[in-house]
């Protein structure tokens, strides 16, 4: 039996190592079913408490896991605070000035899980799971997430810069950037629909309201009106990704974009006369299939370059390195 099973995980790796792919096919959804088997719970408890006392913390969860994922992978880099000896990833242009928050909710899931198993599960595999749970609590789909994930003992500032896609992307600019992840263009946009929840900064969507032509004008009034032309003025002002429904996780998102009412550049790339214009229509009448693909892609990308078996570490405190 045992030397059946090693001969299985032989053949598996060479075929993994042949092919150049991860090594996600270790990954399994109750990989902590001895070691920490409540771990659902804990997470799924302590995210509800976080969303109902802030419904974007939801939204602000699920964009950390994405900016974890596309620099080195899903490996919580994105969590390290920067240190007089360490430079982290907080700092990047998608993430400095707290664009990315919710570290205070990670740590709380973190605090929680160490009172019940310590030194067991890793922070990427917390913001694998809670990303999940914030797009359920907010009326979204829910799926079993493969879990296994070590954490960095490492971050990179400059791939953070470069892999992060900026508002001010082109469809062919998000195609590559995606492209570089192992995402195809489909998945690219279904995975951008995670923009049905949450807020944007004025400093982010300026150039689309003011400048671009494909946007419905009555829709960049309304937010001009709380977002000044002149840079530096009300730069951090907030606005929601999805005009109608920015807490509930729907297809709103894909409608607005059909009648141009995209908040940023990048996000009405989708639907400007280009190849993606078939889907986002079917994802804007036909949520279950929206659903369906976000939830396939949501599984891709968190399977991302990822850290298993002895590689990495299971850290203490998501913050700082063991
Ligand atoms: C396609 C390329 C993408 C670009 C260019 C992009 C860009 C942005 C920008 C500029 C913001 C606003 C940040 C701020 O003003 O502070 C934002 C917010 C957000 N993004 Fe993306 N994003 C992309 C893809 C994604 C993906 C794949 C996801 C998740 C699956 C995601 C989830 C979110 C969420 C949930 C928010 C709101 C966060 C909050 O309210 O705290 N984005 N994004
Ligand atoms: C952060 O905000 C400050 C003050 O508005 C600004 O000068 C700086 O350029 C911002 N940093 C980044 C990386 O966006
Ligand atoms: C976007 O595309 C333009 C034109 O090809 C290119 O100059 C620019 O560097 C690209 N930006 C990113 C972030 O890929
Ligand atoms: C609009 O475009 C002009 C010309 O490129 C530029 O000078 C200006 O800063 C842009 N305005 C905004 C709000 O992005």
């Given amino acids: 039996m045992a030397s059946k099973s090693i001969f299985v995980l032989v053949i598996f790796s060479l075929i993994s190592l042949f092919l150049g792919t991860s090594n996600a096919w270790l990954m399994q959804p109750d990989f902590y079913a001895s070691s920490c088997p409540n771990v659902e719970q804990i997470v799924y408890n302590t995210m509800k408490q976080a969303v109902s006392k802030e419904p974007r913390m939801g939204a602000s969860i ?30 990047a242009k998608a993430n400095a000035n707290n664009s990315i928050r919710g570290f205070e909710v990670i740590d709380a ?8 198993c310590p030194q067991t599960v890793s922070c990427a595999d ?19 997430v493969p879990l296994g994930r070590r954490d960095a003992r490492t971050a990179s500032l400059s791939l953070a810069n470069k892999n992060l896609p900026p508002p001010s992307s082109s469809l062919a600019n998000l195609t590559s950037l ?10 690219m946009t279904a995975l ?3 923009h049905t929840i949450g807020l944007a900064r004025c400093i982010n969507f300026r150039p689309h309201i003011y400048n671009d032509t494909d946007i419905d004008p009555s829709f960049a009034a309304t937010r001009q009106a709380n977002c000044p032309k002149q840079a530096g003025n009300g730069d951090f002002n907030l606005a929601p ?20 009412r995209g908040l940023l550049h990048s996000d009405q790339e989708l639907y400007n006369g280009g190849s993606q214009d078939s889907l986002v229509k079917k994802y804007s009448t036909n949520q279950a299939v929206f659903f369906q693909d976000f ?26 390195i063991n």
């Fill in 192 to 194: 951008s629909g995670g």
């Fill in 126 to 144: 917390i913001l694998a799971l809670a990303s999940r749970d914030g797009v359920r609590l907010l009326g979204g789909p829910t799926w079993k």
């Fill in 295 to 320: 939830v396939a892609a949501m599984i891709k990308m968190g399977n991302i370059k990822l850290l298993t078996g002895t590689k990495g570490e299971i850290r203490k405190n998501c913050r700082v």
């Fill in 241 to 260: 990704l999805d005009l109608q429904t920015p807490t509930k996780f729907d297809n709103d998102y894909f409608q607005n974009l059909v009648k141009k």
């Fill in 109 to 116: 899931i973190k605090c929680n899980l160490e009172a019940a």
């Fill in 62 to 91: 699920l964009r950390l896991f994405f900016h974890d994922c596309f620099v080195n992978g899903c490996d919580a880099s994105v969590l390290l605070d920067d240190t007089p000896t360490f430079t982290g990833e907080k700092t």
């Fill in 178 to 187: 995606f492209a570089r992840q192992n995402l195809n263009i489909n998945e």
